[in-house]
């Protein structure tokens, strides 16, 4: 059992940290040399300790196992405008040599059944500590602005309603997710017909 979860999940905050400014100066060197930036915004949080413990329960995670099975303790998440950026940044990202990915889930073309829409990727990444170095795992999900509005406002209202909805507002939010998902493709399409445009001038 984990005694003192400020000092277990210190390396956690150092990974996020150190995360959030590579990822942050990734979009700034976009912006400097004055390329199209796949970068709109980056958030990054460690789970809160209750939080942890739901899932353990939930997932029936053994506290010796937790830094093996629970990969989503420490989290960033990336914002994108269009679902091409999306896969341009995971191509970006399986090419660092400072983190290694372990495992991807792409549930842009294999949504969920409620919808949802992301692309998720689980890495080792190693921080240093007063004890030495410490590999954990983290994970990074990419979406665009069209997925995280949907989902945003999909977990806020089951939160409120502690899961319970009537199946026919479940019909209507995976509706939603249908159309989300059509404007991001639509607007995709645009991006494609200009930069033809542009070529052929």
């Known amino acids: 059992m984990v005694r003192n979860w400020k000092e277990y999940l210190l390396p956690y905050h150092q990974t996020v940290d150190e995360l959030l400014v590579k990822l942050n100066s990734l979009k700034q060197q976009f912006a400097i040399c004055d390329q199209h930036n796949p970068i709109q915004t980056v958030t990054g949080r460690v789970k809160s300790v209750p939080s942890i413990k739901e ?3 939930r ?3 053994s506290p010796d196992r937790l830094s093996q099975d629970m990969e989503d303790i420490a989290g960033v998440r990336i914002i994108c ?8 940044l995971v191509d970006l990202l399986r090419q660092r040599t400072d983190m290694k990915v372990v495992e991807e889930r792409d549930y842009i ?3 969920k059944a409620s919808g949802y829409r992301s692309y998720h990727m689980v890495f080792n990444y190693t921080v240093q500590t007063i004890h030495g170095p410490r590999s954990l795992l983290f994970e ?5 602005m069209a997925m995280d509005f949907w989902s945003t406002v999909d977990h806020a209202l089951h939160y409120k309603h502690e899961g319970k909805f009537p199946v026919e507002l479940e019909k209507k939010l995976q509706d939603t997710a ?4 059509d404007l991001d493709e ?8 200009l930069m033809r445009i542009k070529n052929k001038k």
């Not at 405008?81 to 341009?88: G, Q, R, S």
């Not at 639509?186 to 017909?193: D, G, L």
């Open 55 to 57: 899932k353990m329960r």
């Open 59 to 61: 997932r029936y995670i």
């Open 81 to 88: 405008p269009l679902i091409d950026d999306v896969y341009f």
């Open 109 to 111: 073309k294999h949504q």
């Open 140 to 144: 990074i999900q990419l979406r665009t």
């Open 178 to 181: 249908r159309v989300s998902f």
């Open 186 to 193: 639509s607007m995709s399409k645009i991006k494609h017909a």
